[in-house]
């Protein structure tokens, strides 16, 4: 359904990589979610007003507050599409990420609530009636709510959207909570057993639960959290197509909000190559990021002496040296500055965070093995992390 709405309310509905266009898909998935959720909601609260059951009314009301999340995520997605201004030049992406907050926030409001309003049904409990019209409204809910699980999760990947994502879970948790829901109804309907306010707990726990993982998905992207490995992968392809970029190093993914990523680098260029071709060279490497992976990039040069036979052989010797240490630490920026009675040896390494050596402990390990080979060699080490 929701493609076939694209194509009737959004022009150019394939470009969805185009902030418009998703823009507008944003736009399209929260109105619908409104709409279902609403029926959704009308539906769930006469079957539970008339059989009884607090499961299935708190069932109802969290399908209410899923139309209100519906409406927060399309309130983000507009407001995230406004223009950058003086305040904010990077734009307002990250506004996708508050709503998307929000709505987990929701989502644990209302699984409160339905423990509470369970607990208070153990402690006080009342009759119920059901019938094959009550089973009938929750079977098409789960079924509904799969189908908004599925739309969302499917849009929230190909969008980059977290709030589409924390809504498709959100979806997930409902068709569970109405499948159990649903279970003790027939349960109750064919052999008398209530378990509806214990049910009510259980559905709300979970509930909770996913409440939680949405809401750390949606917190992670405004904390800053590492980028994705697979794009990283794609920007390291894209620069070494040029064979006169030696390697890659440095690299930071500025994210402010999807479709608004901004990319910094070094890139190991030859030192004896002409300065203006090699410019020229990294102009067109930015321009090409900008354009197949949407992110603008700048790009700084870093001259490497690559026909120095004397700088070649210490650089293979260190990185032998790094690679018998931990095959997980790389070396970059390196460089010798001679002299009458030892040799300085300046390079960078890289390892991953939680290394098992601290930078003193590592810097240290390297120069008595430097040491080995000579003991005019002195190492001046920058430790970054990966």
């Given amino acids: 359904?929701?493609?076939?709405?694209?194509?009737?309310?959004?022009?150019?509905?394939?470009?969805?990589?185009?902030?418009?266009?998703?823009?507008?898909y944003g736009i399209l998935s929260g109105g619908l979610g409104i709409f279902l959720n609403m029926c959704l909601f009308f539906g769930k609260f006469f079957a539970g007003l008339f059989s009884g059951s607090i499961a299935i009314m708190a069932d109802a009301f969290n399908n209410l507050s899923d139309a209100g999340s519906s409406f927060i995520t399309m309130l983000g997605f507009k407001?995230?599409?406004?223009?950058?201004?003086?305040?904010?030049?990077?734009?307002?992406?990250?506004?996708?990420?508050?709503?998307?907050?929000?709505?987990?926030?929701?989502?644990?409001?209302?699984?409160?609530?339905?423990?509470?309003?369970?607990?208070?049904?153990?402690?006080?409990p009342e009759a119920m009636t059901t019938s094959a019209i009550t089973i009938v409204i929750l079977v098409a809910s789960i079924l509904v709510k799969l189908y908004m699980m599925c739309y969302n999760h499917s849009l929230g990947k190909v969008l980059q959207s977290s709030a589409m994502v924390a809504t498709a879970k959100d979806s997930l948790s409902d068709m569970v909570s109405t499948s159990v829901v649903l279970l003790c109804t027939f349960l109750y309907w064919v052999s008398g057993i209530n378990l509806d306010a214990y049910c009510g707990i259980l559905v709300g726990l979970f509930i909770f639960y996913t409440g939680?993982?949405?809401?750390?998905?949606?917190?992670?992207?405004?904390?800053?959290?590492?980028?994705d490995p697979e794009f990283v992968k794609r920007i390291e392809e894209i620069i070494k197509r040029e064979s006169a970029i030696l390697g890659v190093h440095d690299l930071v993914v500025h994210d402010y909000g999807?479709?608004?990523?901004?990319?910094?680098?070094?890139?190991?260029?030859?030192?004896?190559?002409?300065?203006?071709?090699?410019?020229?060279?990294?102009?067109?490497?930015?321009?090409?990021?900008?354009?197949?992976?949407?992110?603008?990039?700048t790009i700084h040069m870093d001259p490497v002496a690559n026909d120095d036979e004397r700088t070649k052989e210490l650089r293979d010797m260190v990185r032998n040296i790094l690679q018998?240490?931990?095959?997980?630490i790389t070396m970059h920026d390196f460089r010798i500055v001679p002299g009458q009675t030892h040799t300085?040896?300046?390079?960078?390494?890289?390892?991953?965070?939680?290394?098992?050596?601290?930078?003193?402990?590592?810097?240290?390990?390297?120069?008595?093995?430097?040491?080995?080979?000579?003991?005019?060699?002195?190492?001046?080490?920058?430790?970054d992390r990966n």
């Fill in 1 to 24: 359904m929701i493609t076939l709405l694209a194509r009737f309310f959004i022009k150019n509905y394939k470009e969805k990589e185009n902030p418009k266009v998703r823009t507008a």
């Fill in 212 to 227: 939680v993982t949405a809401m750390i998905d949606t917190i992670n992207p405004l904390l800053g959290q590492a980028p």
């Fill in 79 to 124: 407001l995230a599409s406004a223009k950058p201004d003086k305040e904010h030049p990077y734009g307002h992406g990250r506004i996708e990420y508050v709503s998307g907050m929000l709505v987990s926030v929701l989502i644990l409001l209302m699984a409160v609530e339905l423990i509470q309003s369970s607990i208070k049904k153990i402690l006080n």
């Fill in 258 to 297: 999807p479709g608004r990523v901004m990319v910094s680098l070094h890139a190991e260029v030859p030192a004896s190559g002409d300065m203006l071709e090699t410019h020229d060279m990294i102009d067109n490497v930015e321009r090409t990021l900008e354009e197949e992976l949407g992110c603008p990039a």
């Fill in 324 to 328: 018998e240490i931990d095959t997980v």
């Fill in 344 to 383: 300085n040896l300046i390079f960078d390494v890289v390892i991953p965070y939680q290394y098992d050596m601290s930078k003193e402990e590592l810097i240290e390990r390297i120069q008595s093995e430097l040491w080995k080979c000579s003991e005019q060699f002195y190492a001046v080490i920058t430790v």
